[in-house]
């Protein structure tokens, strides 16, 4: 017998069939009408404005909300965006198009970004050193590249023929003295004397002062300065050849090692004195860059990489393991790394950086501790020297 309820059931389920399509239907019509406008641009704009379409996301917050990130500089945003490869794909890329590299926090700053980035194109740069150098050491690195021609001394004076270069003082027309408190070379070398408060490598463009004998003096009495010739002699003659200096100052260190053939680049900021010129025209490589940055070497490939003074317990702690991983990297097998003066206070030794450089993997050749006592013994702080190995086989 039939129930009485079953034609009221198939009514039902009818009429929920009906809303149902009726739904998809109506959800289908709303997303083709209101959300294909959400679809990315993909297009490259090569002329003098450009979109940061590498950056769809904060492209739009900029649109929505003009206070959420300040507008960047257009020159930035032509150079940091995405370029289309003129012949299509490229394996090596794995893209059609390039990125331009630039540091991130370029745009954490963009009120000192505008101005250094704020110029005519194809004609001259702002005088901004010290702009450019602000940016860096704010962690916009590597900074962006500009079009425009930098300053140049008025009456540039060639810089002395080698080997008369490694051990003269360059001409006064050689630097653009805008950036520096000093304004030629004898200020410099008489600073020493004359300048109160700290200053970066304070003494070194005397060339007749202390740098005559850093490094060359044999160490005798086992303390924390090691010499040139004690370092290279714990490995066969020959087999140290190329490497780098860590903030090397006036990059005594690499001319040192350019007499025994051995081609040293050297790092340097232009810290309140014209450092990098200064290393050019002596005839040895500068390069300027500040610690933060990756080393640009590829792994396993330099023989010694040597450090005084400014890999030290100024440097965050974390930072300092990122970059003695980073001096692990790029040094080969077998290949020396001289931490020269590094300097920190007593307990700090035994607790934080003895373990922390521990860590990394080196073997010790030397390690040399002695008290650091030029701003009083009251202050505890130490001078550590060490001598240390990247192992022959992997060390993990």
């Known amino acids: 017998m039939d129930s009485p309820h079953k034609p009221k059931s198939m009514s039902g389920n009818l009429f929920f069939l009906f809303l149902l399509l009726s739904s998809n239907l109506l959800t289908l019509f709303i997303s083709t009408t209101y959300y294909s406008s959400c679809s990315l641009n993909q297009t490259i704009n090569t002329g003098t404005t450009f979109h940061t379409n590498t950056a769809p996301v904060v492209a739009k917050q900029e649109v929505d909300d003009s206070s959420a990130t300040p507008d960047l500089p257009p020159e930035f945003l032509a150079f940091t965006s995405a370029q289309e490869l003129p ?13 331009p590299p630039v540091g991130r926090p370029c745009t954490l700053f963009p009120d000192i970004l505008r101005q250094y980035m704020s110029y005519t194109v194809n004609g001259s740069c702002p005088d901004d050193e010290l702009l450019a150098q602000k940016l860096l050491l704010k962690g916009c690195e590597p900074l962006p590249r500009r079009r425009c021609r930098p300053a140049a001394p008025r009456e540039y004076v060639e810089p002395y023929p080698l080997p008369d270069s490694l ?17 030629n ?19 070194c463009f005397d060339l007749a002062g202390a740098e005559k004998s850093r490094w060359a003096a044999s160490n005798s009495g086992g303390g924390v300065d090691f010499s040139i010739d004690e370092v290279l002699a714990v490995k066969k003659p020959g087999t140290i050849r190329i490497g780098l200096d860590i903030g090397g100052g006036v990059a005594t260190f690499a001319i040192r090692m350019r007499d025994r053939n051995i081609t040293i680049v050297t790092t340097s900021m232009n810290l309140n004195g014209p450092f990098n010129t200064f ?25 010694i990489v040597h450090s005084m003074h400014v890999l030290s317990n100024w440097i965050p702690t974390t930072l300092l393991h990122f970059m003695f991983f980073d001096i692990y990297r790029v040094l080969r097998p077998g290949g020396l790394f001289w931490l020269d003066h590094f300097f920190c206070v007593g307990d700090q030794l035994d607790k934080v950086y003895g373990p922390l450089i521990n860590s990394i993997g080196f073997n010790k050749v030397k390690w040399v501790v002695g008290r650091k006592l030029d701003r009083g013994p009251e202050l505890q702080e130490m001078y550590l020297s060490a001598l240390l190995e990247k192992p022959l086989k992997n060390s993990w």
């Open 87 to 99: 012949f299509g794909f490229n394996t090596n890329f794995d893209s059609d198009k390039i990125l």
């Open 167 to 183: 051990w003269s003082t360059p001409s006064d027309s050689s630097v653009v003295w805008t950036a520096y408190t000093c304004k």
């Open 185 to 203: 070379y004898l200020c410099l070398i008489n600073r020493k004397w004359a300048q109160k408060g700290f200053d970066d490598c304070k003494d």
């Open 279 to 303: 290393i050019a025209s002596r005839g040895v490589m500068p390069l300027y860059i500040s610690i933060s940055q990756r080393l640009p070497f590829f792994d396993n490939t330099l023989d």
